[in-house]
């Protein structure tokens, strides 16, 4: 994914931003989306004044997988920091595996849904010119059988990889 100046321009990583566990107390597992949210505003928040950039520098905001809960729960979130994250601009992986079309529920697909939509969809639409700047923000959670089964809460963590085509 990172290309060279002989080769013209291409999509690269030009910062990442690691996040910090956040537990909430939800111990739901059936409602990750509310459980990763949190942690996601809050690497996105983190990101962005780490990097003095405004929200709209990015033309795109992805995160993975917060499913239609989650997505709209960030999206309060941000309204609560004062970020200006447009919906549109603000988009979730695991929303865009499926069509609307498809019985899913909330959405959301697990832990490849970063992977397969970055390499399988927005790399390509990049090269096409769709995109320039791109957040990705992968979440993930601290869970198992056991700590659902004792009923333990669920510590999140996202991570944040700012990828520009130069």
């Given amino acids: 994914m990172v290309g060279t100046e002989e080769n013209g321009p291409a999509p690269r ?3 990442a931003t690691i996040g910090k566990v956040l537990d909430l107390g ?3 597992p059936f409602n990750m989306g509310a459980a990763m949210a949190p942690a996601a505003v809050d690497t996105i928040e ?3 004044r780490e990097t003095g950039r405004d929200p709209s520098y990015y033309d795109l905001i992805v995160t993975g ?5 989650g997505r709209s729960i960030a999206l309060d979130l941000f309204k609560q920091k004062n970020l200006d994250i447009r919906s549109e601009q603000f988009q979730d992986c695991g929303l865009m595996v499926y069509d609307k079309s498809q019985p899913v529920q909330a959405g959301a697909s697990g832990a490849g849904c970063s992977a ?7 790399l390509n639409e ?3 010119g769709r ?3 791109i957040l990705l923000v992968a979440t993930g959670a601290l869970l198992s059988p056991l700590s659902y089964q004792q009923g333990e809460t669920i510590p999140c963590i996202a991570h944040a990889c700012a990828i520009e085509y130069l």
């Fill in 65 to 69: 997988d917060l499913a239609k809960i």
């Fill in 26 to 28: 939800i111990s739901d």
């Fill in 13 to 15: 990583i030009t910062s």
């Fill in 116 to 122: 397969i939509v970055l390499y399988g969809h927005l």
């Fill in 46 to 48: 983190q990101h962005l």
């Fill in 126 to 128: 990049m090269k096409k």
């Fill in 131 to 133: 995109y320039q700047k």
